[in-house]
């Protein structure tokens, strides 16, 4: 697999598809690594140019001493957008990845067509309980939380009905870098985009999950009255969405992802 030797960190990779096509960049939501894309990179990869990481302390990329910041994790996306010569794109970020969305659209709206804000909000959770969870990862490592997330990031109904993709999510949370997952806490800890809301200068659609208990619809209403150009979408599903409802969650791409 290509990776991004990049300053403190090395970034894996994978792009999917026509590089004449637009260029549309996945980024992940947190425990979870670029393969959590597969029903979107299946569906799309003939209509875009599709570019997938993991950022950085998760999957196949390089977990250098944290904690994190979020200025940190949003400018791995404009570097990996470099490496690749790509002036422009569309973004779609789901969970911790919406957060880094927010932080692009803030800071770099002229290199994005539109942003896909997904199962997300402009501050997730309180600084207490990220930084409890960071330190409970480095002391007992990630079994504890892997425990526990699918009822996070899935309906039950999902959960009962598609073992198999559980599993495999919790398996790869399990074996993930401890020390990647704990600093990523710490940049949500101190992630807050509220202030910024209204300068915005980006075409946004943030998409909520009626299901979704980490971030919820109302998080995402919160965001689109704020933000001068954006739209909310709603989809019948939980946190991790894109994997819930793929055929829906696709349906919004191409609705609103168009150059």
Not at 27 to 43: F, H, K, R, V
Not at 120 to 138: C, H, Y
Not at 188 to 205: E, F, G, K
Request: glycine residues 6%; proline residues 4%.
């Amino acid at each position: 697999m290509p990776v991004l030797e990049n300053k403190d960190v090395t970034l894996n990779y994978a792009t999917f598809g026509d590089r004449h096509n637009p260029a549309l960049i996945f980024s992940n939501s947190l425990g979870t690594n670029y393969q959590m894309w597969q029903p979107q990179i299946a569906d799309l990869q003939n209509e875009y140019f599709i570019i997938c990481y993991d950022t950085r302390g998760h999957g196949q990329s390089s977990a250098p001493k944290g904690p994190y910041h979020l200025n940190e994790i949003g400018q791995d996306v404009i570097d990996l957008l470099d490496h690749l010569n790509i002036d422009k794109a569309f973004f779609c970020g789901i969970s911790m990845g919406g957060m880094t969305g927010q932080w692009l659209a803030i800071h770099h709206p002229n290199r994005f067509y539109h942003l896909m804000l997904c199962n997300t909000a402009a501050k997730i959770g309180n600084d207490t309980a990220w930084t409890e969870r960071a330190q409970l990862v480095r002391k007992q490592g990630l079994d504890p939380i892997a425990a526990t997330a699918a009822s996070r990031w899935f309906t039950q109904g999902f959960i009962s009905s598609h073992p198999d993709v559980v599993e495999t999510l919790s398996e790869a949370l399990a074996t993930g870098s401890s020390e990647g997952y704990a600093s990523c806490c710490e940049a949500l800890s101190t992630a807050d985009t509220r202030s910024q809301l209204r300068d915005i200068d980006a075409a946004i659609t943030v998409l909520a999950g009626s299901a979704d208990p980490v971030t919820t619809v109302e998080d995402a209403q919160y965001m689109v009255e704020r933000i001068p150009n954006a739209t909310l979408a709603t989809i019948e599903a939980s946190h991790i969405s894109n994997i819930e409802q793929p055929d829906v969650f696709n349906q919004f791409i191409r609705q609103y992802l168009v150059h």
